[in-house]
Every structure is written in structure tokens, then in C-alpha cells.
């Protein structure tokens, strides 16, 4: 497989140019960026002999993962088997998976379940054993959940409170990750700003990114405000590679209420029974697919955007009727409780949906230790193309991925440690000065902000054209011509100019793949294409180390 490699404009090298000579310093042995199960699952794989700080943006039990309703995919159950659980990743992601690193996933998954068990975390059991479920894409019920569909919630509590318990880990929550520091080709930490302390420096030896996806760029999306994308961007200015960007998962089944935040219905609705109609009350997956309300993400969330179409209605709906109110109500009390918030009741009312941004399949090209591009830097999770998701995401592989490369880059980037000078050196290195004004002006970046999330939904989403992405990457280089010039002074300001950069990197690759293929559909393009068949890379031009 031959990839394909295309470079952006670059938007600067640094968010906040400083002299790091004038700011604070701080020394850690480890320094992991984010605090979702990937980065949390690091932090736990260090060993207490060694120093960690963990930096997350808002508070620790505030992330995408603990958003994450379905469950975790993984061969639990005899009649089960690996071989099957990689065949059904393997068609998911439509030729572009990595078989060896999907293997490698699927053979831990089991072990790293039961480590979560052992960290204390609650999966739901009937009998004493794991209630497994099936959902799209799965060929075998193997969705291990817990709090019926509040999974990820339930996952965080228990390795939160793991984390706590370790003196080794310093947590420094609502901290904002400007830039990666790189000295001679190496990353050596980053420049964090929190309200309390201002703009400081973490000198690491080594650094895992764990900052999760990009779903804030979409204006309906099941990820909270916090999901902009920030790691790919300092990724990117820092000199990475990036792979996979076009593609962008969005689910199926949002909540569709005016005036509403966004709410994910999980798969599992339809995996325990549930129907999807239309506006006229017709059930209409099976015109698009023999496997109907079970097919894969992809397949879904474009057939229900197809029928919005043909029927010029702004949604569908999802029939549990057929699942039964007492299955309702034990299996899915999350998701009743907020529907009972807007006069529906989940059991019996048809309930609106339309698709949403969920999943960043694209990020940083990491192998199968976890390791980036750049030296030093290591990466998991949503941040990153690992190669196990290919062009789409099977269901519940995400909390997944997020434990097992969690744990293989904590454990790798501790014996990276153990294997250079204790001692850090002090960074002196100046990344340079503002060359143009240093405030927000008449920016006003709340409406920035909306309009570009609009723009990508309209041209960058589910349906994609070469007049859209064209259009599409002509108006993100006019904002950024008079945004990403500017030297911004707080996360929303810094958000922004993340987004626009992360926004024009998934324009350019979907400009660039010609063929439709996993959640990158193309109108004009509507098939796959064999010589396709392969990787975009994106890198930024002018990308250097300070």
C-alpha cells in the first residue's frame, strides 16, 4: 500500500511565541496531554519510580471518553472467537486497516478488560457474567457495558480513582496545552497556560499525546466543546505526520431537538431491537442495506442522510417500540432520563435523530508501541491513525484502542526514561516573537467559531464534493489569513485557531482522495477506486523545530 503524502500552509509554528527563559518551569519525568482513558491508561503504566504529570484541559471526569455510552468491544464470551472480532474490524474499515495492528488489539483486548475489573470499574453482569451485546458491525454480541449505557462514565470513575491513589502522578486539570517544545529534532515537553498560573513550560523526557478528536469542528456532534482538535494542531505545527484525516466519523443517531445540546443515542439501541423510520413512518435501512438497522456506521449515517433528502425532512426517527419499556428502562437509563427532559418517552415515542460528528479516525501515525513521528513524543487514542480503524470505525474498538496503546506507550516511555541521562536540561530556547498585532481586535471569535463548524458540515461532512472542498478550503485560508496571524491570549481564541488549522488539513485530504471509501463519501466520486486504495499523509510546509 503506497501512501500518499500533501502538505498545508502552515500557520505558524507557535500558538503564544515566548521566551521560555521568562516563564516557569516544571520538571517531570513523563509528561502525558490529556485525561480520557488513553491518557489515563498511560499515566497508570508508569511506574511510581518515575514522575508524571497529567494535563487535561477541563476537569478529569470531563472528556469523551466518559461521554462514551455503548461499551467496549472485546472476545469475552466461548462461543466467540479473535479471528472473527478481527474480521469484522478488518470490513469496517474497508481495505484500509493495519491486519497486524488489529490483531495485536483484539488478542488484548480480553486482558485489558479485566484490568479495568481489577481498577474497580463495574461492568453490568446477569448471573455473575459479563452481559455482552451486540451492535452494528459485530458478528457476535461481544459489548462488555456498564450502568446500562454509561460506560465510558463508569470506566473513568474507576481509573480516576486509581489515579488519585498514586502520589507519583501530579494532575494539573483545566490546563491548556499550547505547543509542543522540540530541541534538535526532539520533543522535550510543551507550553501549558492554566488561569491560576499563567503560561508555563513542562520539561519531560518523554511525552505521550492523548487529546483526544476533532468533533467541535462540526456543528452537530455527540463530543463536548472541548473536542478542538488541540493535539493534532500542535502536532502538526510541531512537524508531525498526520494520516487519515478525511475520514471523520459521524453517528448515526444524535438527538435532533431544536434549542437541545446534542445527545448520542448509542448503537446499542439498535443492536437490543430498535427501528429507524422516517418521516412518513417507514422503515428504511434495508433499501440501503441487507443488514438494515446493523449495518455499519458508515452505511447508516449515509442512508439516513439520504432519506432526509428524498423526504426533505430535517431528520428520522428511532422506533423502540419493539424492544419493550421494562428493556428500555434497565438497558438504556441515560439516554431515557434525557429524553424524559423533552416530554419523550424513549419506550414508546418516536424519538428525532439525525447524524452527528463522534470519532476522529485520522491523527498522528503511530506504530504498534505507540511511538510518532517525532522523537520523544508518543501518542493513543483519538489523536492518533494507528492503523486499527482503517476508513471506519467499528463500534466500541475506541475504548479499546484507548486502553491498549494507553498502556503500551505509559510503559514504553518509562523504559525511554530509564534509558537516557536523569538529569533535564533547562530549555532556553527563545520559539520567537509576534510579527503581527498580539490582540483579539474585532475578532469575534464566538462567531467565527459557528460559522466555521457550519461550514463544515455543509461542505467537509457526510456528503462531499470537489466544488464543496474547494469552496470549503478558499474560505478556512481567508479566515486564517486574518485569524492565525494574530497572537491570540486565551483557549477560546487558541481553540479557534486549532480548529482552523485541523479544519483545513481534513478539507485538503478529502479534496485529495477521489473515491468513496468507509465514512468519506464523495457524490462525485461515488464508488471505491482499487489504485485508492491507500493513505493520505498530511504534513504542514515551513514546519520547523525552535
Known sequence: MNNRRISIPSLGRFLQPTDLRRIPHLFTDVLVIGGGIAGTRAALAVPPTLSVHLITKDSVQFSSSAWAQGGIAGVLDPLDEFAHHVA?????????????????????????????????????????????????????????????????????????????????IELLQQTFILDLVTVEDQCRGAVIWSRDRGLALIQAQQTILCTGGAGALYRETTNPRIATADGHAAALRAGCILRDMEFMQFHPTVLYIAGSSRHLITEAVRGEGAHLLDCNGHRFMFDYCSDGELAPRDIVSQAITEQMTRTTHPCVY??????GPARVAHRFPHITRVCADFG??????????????????GGLVTDTDGRTSLPGLWAAGEVTSSGLHGANRLASNSLLEGVVFGLRCGRNAAQAVASQAASPQVIAADPGTPTCETDQGQLDVSDLRSSLRSLMGRDVGIVRTAAGLEAATRQLDFWAGYVCQRV????????????MLVARSIAAAALERHESRGVHFRADYPEPVEDQRNHIEICCSQSASN
Open 88 to 168: 469484522d474490524t478488518m470490513a469496517a474499515g474497508k481495505g484500509l486497516c493495519s491486519r497486524d495492528v488489529v490483531e495485536l488489539v483484539v488478542a488484548e483486548a480480553p486482558e485489558r478488560i479485566r484490568e479495568l475489573i481489577g481498577f474497580g470499574a463495574e461492568f453490568d453482569r446477569i448471573e455473575g457474567e459479563l452481559a455482552l451485546t451486540l451492535e452494528g458491525g459485530h458478528s457476535h454480541p461481544r459489548i462488555a457495558h456498564a450502568l446500562g449505557d454509561a460506560t465510558g462514565r463508569e470506566l473513568m470513575r474507576a481509573m480516576t480513582d486509581e489515579l488519585m491513589a498514586r502520589p507519583s
Open 344 to 361: 419523550l418517552d424513549l419506550a414508546t415515542d418516536r424519538v428525532p435523530v439525525r447524524p452527528g460528528a463522534h470519532y476522529m479516525i
Open 488 to 499: 491570540l491570549h486565551n483557549p477560546e481564541g487558541w481553540e479557534l485557531q486549532n480548529m
Open 318 to 323: 428511532l422506533d423502540l417500540s419493539p424492544v
